[in-house]
């Protein structure tokens, strides 16, 4: 195993396009790190530069603390798991996991352990003589993950290797990763564009956005203290509601007709946003601080009054749509809620648990 270190990443295609600018990071020894953004963002560059697949413009490589900038693919002790499973069809799974090893001239009874132990690990015992069309979606990926666990590399790097998948089975497949990083405990780049593929397997997310590294924290923390409205918007589903408003001299914020004061527990978390009163700010709710107000008594005025544009239950909860100040506002609402479409609902707002914004810079105010 081996920690992945980033220094000063950069990457400029033919023509000028900036892919990757300014990227710092280190994913430490058997850290499982997510890599997530749009498309565009950079991430699979990233992942490719740390393969050897693709050169850095500048910026360094380290795997275990070597520079790896110039060394061959083949020899940089990692190992990758692609989005398209890229197994050989004329294979078995049994040849298409040794091949690799087979290829490095490993001697044949290593090779026949290795698989073995990977295969019980994966559930393939009974596949090992079948071949890839012979194989469902779910076991074909595992397959590939068994290709790369053979090779006992010091780091695998994994492109999208759910996207292919049904949403069950991407649901498997995430526990399946989960439990298979924490017997291995190998260092692990995994890129995707699914936030809850992110929040739901990484020891840490990275989010990126036109190349650039946008935050870096546990999953908990990039949801309860988001860097920016990019990550804000970005991470959680559905996304965060975001209203530009003003912040009185009272330390008070309007939404539609309600004027919503805040309270002490929230000025004491964000001391920041006594300096921006009389200022404009950007007020963050996430979905589920809304709650149809019939269900919170307490509410004590801090109330909406919307009309529903579309009500969807969904029987664990109902997700409501609603215009407020010129956005299309989401709230996560009670299953029981009485919400219809077309119709008025007091929306009670968890006031200590707002988010709020700098309007100019988009970066978060603590």
Known sequence: MAAIEYRGLRKVFPGGAVAVEGFDLTIADGEFLVLVGPSGSGKTTVLRITAGLEEATDGDVLIGGEVVNDVPPMDRDIAMVFQSYALYPHMTVEANMSFGLRLHKVPKDVIK?????????LGLQDLLH??????????RQRVAMGRAIVREPAAFLMDEPLSNLDAKLRVEMRAYLADLHQKLETTTLYVTHDQTEAMTMGDRVAVMR??????????????????????????GSPAMNLVRTRLTDALAV???????????????????????????VVVGIRPEDLEDAAFVPSANGSVLDVEISRAEPLGAEVIAHFPLDGIAGTARLNPRSTAATGKHLLLAVATDRLHFFDPDSGAAIY
Request: charged share 20%; glycine share 12%.
């Open 130 to 139: 079948r071949k890839p069309a012979q194989l469902s979606g779910g076991q």
């Open 210 to 235: 036109d190349g650039v590294l946008q935050q870096v924290d546990t999953p908990q923390a990039l949801y309860d203290r988001p860097a920016n409205l990019f990550v804000a918007g970005f991470i």
């Open 113 to 121: 352990e290795r698989v073995a132990s990977a295969a019980q690990m």
């Open 254 to 280: 309007t939404l539609g007709p309600t004027t919503l004061d805040l309270p002490e527990a929230l000025l004491a978390k964000r001391p920041s946003l006594r300096g921006h009163a009389g200022g404009e």
